[in-house]
Nanobody, 126 residues
Framework: QVQLVESGGGSVQSGGSLRLSCLVA????????MAWFRQAPGKEREGVAA??????RYADSVKGRFSNSQDNAKFTLFLEMNSLKPEDTAMYYC?????????????????????WGRGTQVTVSA
């Protein structure tokens, strides 16, 4: 049973923009915490943005360029990505915890999250 589904990835030139979407299963949406991650080939999975009751925090590498928003009526997260750079090229994932999972630990660390989507590829060319 798929809990999270990402979409919106694609190929853009440096300086361009993309908006990713993540449809989250109703029973885990906003339960405790949700997040966006990315993973480039040969690199570890990196937290990009994390959302909980206190708000949204961003990785330093994307601050001022990426912005998370939500449509609570549609159980959907959005990641608006502007001023894209070649180093932003990666598979992008959304993650969340369910009602029974809580949300302890660092919100930008992948081990914090129980549910993951399959990812959407973002490629930025120079």
């Amino acid at each position: 049973q798929v809990q999270l589904v990402e979409s919106g990835g694609g190929s853009v030139q440096s300086g361009g923009s993309l908006r990713l979407s993540c449809l989250v299963a109703r029973y885990i949406y906003n339960s405790h915490c949700m997040a966006w991650f990315r993973q480039a080939p040969g690199k570890e999975r990196e937290g990009v943005a994390a959302i909980d009751s206190r708000g949204t925090r961003y990785a330093d590498s994307v601050k001022g360029r990426f912005s998370n928003s939500q449509d609570n009526a549609k159980f959907t997260l959005f990641l608006e990505m502007n001023s894209l750079k070649p180093e932003d090229t990666a598979m992008y994932y959304c993650a969340a915890n369910g009602p029974a999972d809580g949300c302890s630990g660092s919100l930008l660390q992948p081990q914090t999250y129980a549910y993951w989507g399959r990812g959407t590829q973002v490629t930025v060319s120079a």
